[in-house]
């Protein structure tokens, strides 16, 4: 029992909760966008997901100090931000649920690659040997001549950049209060999200409430889970579980939208996760 309590496993414990987390908000954004265009869902996710993230802020106490001292750097998170979301959430409509999370596994590898001429990090032949095992796994999964082209996945691939940028933004402003960080990637999303759904707004219905609040919470409980995590273990000990998302997916896939994964999608996510694994331990 007192293995069982030790602060590696309970921060594996946390890292698995925040994949799940994700997942199922990646899984709430799918049911509704049968329904409500993206700008909609990114607003809805936005509004109604503020209260829980001000909540955690309160919680961490993160409210006392929101001041941004960089304001180039946090205006470029939020356009970062905005392109990820936006991205992310159109191509939810469109592809299966284990294709796109696990196509969203590449961010490190991006990350990898814009960390040698943006921080000076060098590449190494691991990280090298990553990059094109985690491309062959995207060739794989998206399966070109055999499968009909989407415009989705442009989407995805836009999303993964902005994703990875966002990542490489929090590294170079590590000194910046950990609320206004949160913040501020929000206003962009708002003000488009807001814009564009003047014009072609859906009225929402009770279960549709219900997701979008559900999306919220879960949004939360990502944002403390991931906090919890790496606090309480090694970033190489936690970092792999949070490829449980993958799994994930395919369960909520196949439950909720008779999503089943084929050969190649199996195939190509393996590749990426490996590629991702390469990449954490070349950190080391």
């Known amino acids: 029992m007192k293995a069982l309590s030790s602060p590696t496993l ?5 890292m698995l909760l925040a994949s799940l987390a994700g997942t199922l908000i990646d899984t709430g954004v799918k049911a509704l966008s049968s329904h409500y265009d993206t700008p909609q869902i990114v607003l809805g996710r936005l509004v109604f997901g503020l209260p ?5 802020a309160g919680v961490r106490g993160d409210l006392k100090n929101l001041k941004p001292k ?35 596994f590449t961010a490190p590898l991006l990350i990898a690659v ?27 999964m998206i399966n070109p001549g055999n499968a009909p082209w989407n415009p989705a996945y442009l989407a995805v691939a836009g999303s993964v950049l ?19 960080m ?40 990502l944002h403390f889970s991931v906090i919890m995590a790496y606090r309480l273990a090694q970033a190489a000990t936690v970092a792999p579980v949070e490829y449980a998302a993958v799994l994930w997916a395919s369960l909520f896939g196949a439950l909720f939208f008779g999503e089943v994964p084929n050969g190649p999608m199996v195939a190509g996510a393996g590749l990426i996760i490996a590629a991702g694994l390469i990449v954490l331990r070349a950190r080391e």
């Not at 902005?162 to 206004?180: I, V, Y």
């Not at 003047?198 to 929402?204: A, F, G, N, Q, T």
Request: net charge positive; aromatic share 10%.
């Open 52 to 56: 829980f993230v001000l909540l955690i």
């Open 162 to 180: 902005c994703w990875a940028g966002l990542s490489l933004s929090a590294r170079r402003m590590a000194e910046e209060p950990a609320g206004a």
């Open 182 to 221: 949160v913040l501020s990637t929000m206003p962009v999303s708002l003000v488009l999200a807001g814009t564009l759904t003047v014009s072609s707004w859906v009225p929402l219905e009770t279960w549709s409430l219900a997701i979008f609040l559900g999306v919220g919470a879960a949004g939360a409980t």
């Open 114 to 140: 814009l960390a040698w001429p943006l921080l000076g990090e060098p590449l190494g032949w691991r990280r090298g040997l990553a990059i094109v095992v985690g491309l062959a796994g995207v060739w794989v």
């Open 70 to 104: 960089r304001w180039p750097g946090h205006g470029l998170r939020a356009v970062l931000s905005c392109g990820a979301t936006f991205g992310f959430f159109f191509a939810l409509g469109q592809l299966p649920l284990t294709l796109l999370v696990a196509l969203s």
């Open 10 to 14: 309970q921060g594996m414990a946390w």
